[in-house]
Structures are given as C-alpha cells and as structure tokens.
T-cell receptor, first 108, second 113 residues
Framework: AQRVTQPEKLLSVFKGAPVELKCNYS??????LFWYVQYSRQRLQLLLR?????SIKGFTADLNKGETSFHLKKPFAQEEDSAMYYC??????????WGAGTKLIIKP | DAGVIQSPRHEVTEMGQEVTLRCKPI?????LFWYRQTMMRGLELLIY????????DSGMPEDRFSAKMPNASFSTLKIQPSEPRDSAVYFC???????????FGDGTRLSIL
C-alpha cells in the first residue's frame, strides 16, 4: 500500500534547539518525496524535494530508502519556523500521497 | 506568473445555499487538483483533472459536490445544497505536464452557518 506517515501531530521545541520532523513512507516503486510548509492561514508551499538535495531556510531532508524515511531537520529552530509541515510522496502517475501533517511550534 | 488564483477568499453562507468556488491554474499547467482541509481530517484530495478531464473523483464526499473544468484556465467546485459540515478551507493546486510539484492557491475559507 502507498502510504505516508507523520507520527507526530504536534511538535514543540524551544528557539535555537534542533528540530526533526519525522516522515515514513510505504511505496513499492522508486519514491519521490516532498516537504510542504503551510504558515498560519496561508497556502501550502513547497519547501524541499528530495531530488534537489538542497537546503531551504536551513532545513534539510535526506531520503533513507533502507528505513523508508524522509525526515526534515534543522539544527537551530527559529520562531518563524512555526507552521504546519506536510510530507508527500509522488506516485508513478504523479499524484501526491499526503501525510497527516505535523504542527511545529517554536517556543521563545 | 500570478500563481494559482482562487476566488472567493472567504465565503459565509447559510446552509442549503449553493456555493461555487473558482480556480484559475497556472498557465501551461495541465493538471488541477481540489483539496479540502479541516482540523479533524487534515488535507483531503477531492478530485483532480488532467487536460480538463476528471481522472479521479473518489474523494468527493457525496453527490452534493460537483466539479467542472470547462477549459484549461478555469475550474469550479460546487456544493449544492451546502451543510455546516462542509465548512473548511478548500485549496486548488495545479502542476505542469508530467512532473511535480503541485502549486497551491491561497484557498477559500468556507463557513456554512
């Protein structure tokens, strides 16, 4: 079955602390994974895609096929990182399977 | 490009009324998606179109919901009659041929009283 799991509905960390948002997937083919971010009452925006292997706003994510994971990490959280984060998997026909989302709260 | 454009941004109406949400995808994009977002159920795909043709409408909640895409630059999502449980944020997204990512509009915040 094709599935994306974000085990944490809510994650709260202090400013300056490291952040890791977990994402696990189940997919029989070659996965293409994404992280989207949604700031309060705004549109969903693409944050990262694994094929780009880039860092955006200090966030990185590495695809681990052995663990079927695509965790999102940032070494030092900032208050403006508070948002909803969605992990998504692209299927062979280019549809997106979405995780349930994790609400990240950065405490001052 | 102005991105995906949705209208209205907010809609408040009484139950039983017809509601029409509109979406203009990014020019050149040939796939269009309608999503519903609620606190309880998160982000749900309602329907998507490819080259103006509905491909998968299995996410449409019931017959009260309908969606059309008469041309490549316009789509509507209609709810008739509306009910309070339809209150949600409805997002439209589009993507270019044969690839990701999906680009989202600002959403329509719908409240049914």
């Amino acid at each position: 079955a094709q599935r994306v799991t974000q085990p944490e509905k809510l994650l709260s960390v202090f400013k300056g602390a490291p952040v890791e948002l977990k994402c696990n997937y189940s997919y029989s083919g070659s996965p293409e994974l994404f992280w989207y971010v949604q700031y309060s009452r705004q549109r969903l925006q693409l944050l990262l895609r694994h094929i780009s292997r880039e860092s955006i706003k200090g966030f990185t994510a590495d695809l681990n096929k052995g663990e079927t994971s695509f965790h999102l990490k940032k070494p030092f959280a900032q208050e403006e990182d508070s948002a909803m984060y969605y992990c998504a998997l692209s299927t062979s026909n280019y549809q997106l399977i979405w995780g349930a989302g994790t609400k990240l709260i950065i405490k001052p | 490009d102005a991105g995906v454009i949705q209208s209205p941004r907010h809609e408040v109406t009484e139950m039983g009324q017809e509601v029409t949400l509109r979406c203009k995808p990014i020019s050149g994009h040939n796939s269009l998606f309608w999503y519903r977002q609620t606190m309880m159920r998160g982000l749900e795909l309602l329907i998507y179109f490819n080259n103006n043709v509905p491909i998968d409408d299995s996410g449409m909640p019931e017959d009260r919901f309908s969606a059309k895409m008469p041309n490549a630059s316009f789509s509507t999502l209609k709810i008739q009659p509306s009910e309070p449980r339809d209150s949600a944020v409805y997002f439209c997204a589009s993507r270019e041929p044969g690839g990701q990512p999906q680009h989202f509009g600002d959403g329509t915040r719908l409240s049914i009283l």
